[in-house]
């Protein structure tokens, strides 16, 4: 069965069929520091709207280093270590980084805005046509949880 969003890799697998409640390019340390890249296409979802055929093989460990004890594990295999996704403790939200967690990153919308931009790291504003921000858009509000 083909489902709207698949990822993960060889031996976990995600799926979402739901759009995503959120989509932007984030600017934060936390993401460049995880995932290396200057910035970082995340997609949220409501939790229970990215599933997960064997959570029994993930790994969790803190998303944020500096916050052990925050709210977002970040997910991986646990055979061969891939990124599967980032799951919130508390059931608000599951997030997928489609470049690098086994999607197809063609198939998902573009992210609509950049997030978490910070005019003290020494870069330039994004001027893409998108609209920036410091945190999350303004009328997002994360979703209650379970």
């Not at 069965?1 to 069929?17: I, L, R």
């Not at 997609?43 to 993930?58: T, Y």
């Not at 944020?64 to 980032?86: F, V």
């Not at 998902?108 to 330039?124: I, R």
Request: charged share 25%.
């Amino acid at each position: 069965m083909s489902h709207k969003y698949e990822g993960g890799c060889d031996h976990v697998h995600t799926h979402a069929d739901a759009e995503p409640i959120d989509n932007h390019e984030c600017h934060c340390n936390v993401c460049k520091s995880v995932t290396g890249q200057h910035t970082t296409h995340v997609a949220f979802f409501n939790h229970g709207d990215l599933k997960v055929d064997h959570p029994e093989k993930l790994a969790r460990q803190p998303f944020n280093k500096d916050n052990p004890n925050g709210p977002l594990e970040l997910c991986t295999c646990k055979d061969c270590g891939a990124a599967i996704m980032l799951d919130d403790k508390q059931k608000r939200i599951r997030v997928a980084v489609p470049n690098i967690m086994g999607y197809d990153d063609a198939k998902f919308p573009k992210a609509t805005y950049h997030a978490f931009y910070d005019n003290t790291k020494g870069y330039p504003k994004p001027d893409d046509g998108r609209p920036v921000y410091e945190g999350f858009r303004p009328e997002f509000a994360m979703p209650a949880g379970a």
